[in-house]
C-alpha cells in the first residue's frame, strides 16, 4: 500500500513524523479520509481525535484544533496541542474535565463558560483518544 507522510507540529515542536496508508481527521466542515496523493487542500480542524491508519493498525492522536493542510505527498497537522494516545496522562485529563464540569456549573460569564467549555472538550477528547489505544 503507498503511504502519505503525516507531520503533526505545535508551538512547542513536532510531536509527531510518520507516514500513514489513510488520515481521517474531523475538519470543521465534517470529517475526512485522505489517501496519497490527495488533491491540495487547507481546513480548519475540530478538537478531536485525528487517526492514523496502516493496514489493520491506527494510530490515534488528540488534536485540540489547528489546521490540516494536505498535499498529495504529504499531510501537515498544525495546532496548538496534540497528544499521542501513548502520551497522554489519563488521570490529568479526568481532572481537566472534572474541573471544566465544575466551572460549567457556576455558570460565570460567558467567556468563562466559553473557556470551560473549550477546557471540557479538550479533556474528553484526551479520554476518547486514550481509551481508544
Ligand atoms: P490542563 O488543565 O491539564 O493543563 P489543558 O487542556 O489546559 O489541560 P493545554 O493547554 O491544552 O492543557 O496543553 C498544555 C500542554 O500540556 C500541551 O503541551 C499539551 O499537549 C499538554 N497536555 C495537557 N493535558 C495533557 C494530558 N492529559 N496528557 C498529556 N499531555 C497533556
Known amino acids: 500500500m503507498k503511504t ?3 507531520n503533526i ?3 512547542d515542536g513536532p510531536v509527531s513524523e510518520t507516514e500513514a496508508e489513510m488520515v481521517i481527521a474531523a475538519t470543521e466542515f465534517g470529517e475526512i479520509g485522505v ?3 490527495h488533491i491540495a487542500m487547507v481546513a480548519p480542524l475540530q478538537i478531536g ?3 492514523l491508519k496502516n493496514g489493520n493498525s491506527t ?3 488528540a488534536v485540540h484544533g489547528g489546521f490540516i493542510e494536505v498535499r498529495p505527498d504529504v499531510v501537515t497537522i498544525l495546532a496548538q496541542s496534540a497528544e499521542l494516545a501513548a502520551n497522554i496522562d489519563i488521570d490529568r485529563a479526568k481532572l481537566a ?3 471544566a ?3 460549567l456549573k457556576e455558570k460565570k460569564d460567558d467567556l468563562d463558560m466559553q473557556l470551560a467549555e473549550l477546557n471540557l472538550r479538550r479533556a474528553i477528547t ?3 483518544v486514550y481509551e481508544m489505544r
Do not use: F, H, M
Request: hydrophobic share 45%; proline share 8%; aromatic share 0%.
Open 4 to 6: 502519505i507522510k503525516v
Open 9 to 11: 507540529v505545535t508551538p
Open 35 to 37: 489517501l496519497p496523493g
Open 49 to 51: 481525535a485525528l487517526r
Open 59 to 61: 494510530v490515534n492522536v
Open 97 to 99: 474535565a472534572k474541573r
Open 101 to 103: 464540569e465544575e466551572a
Open 126 to 128: 484526551r479520554i476518547k
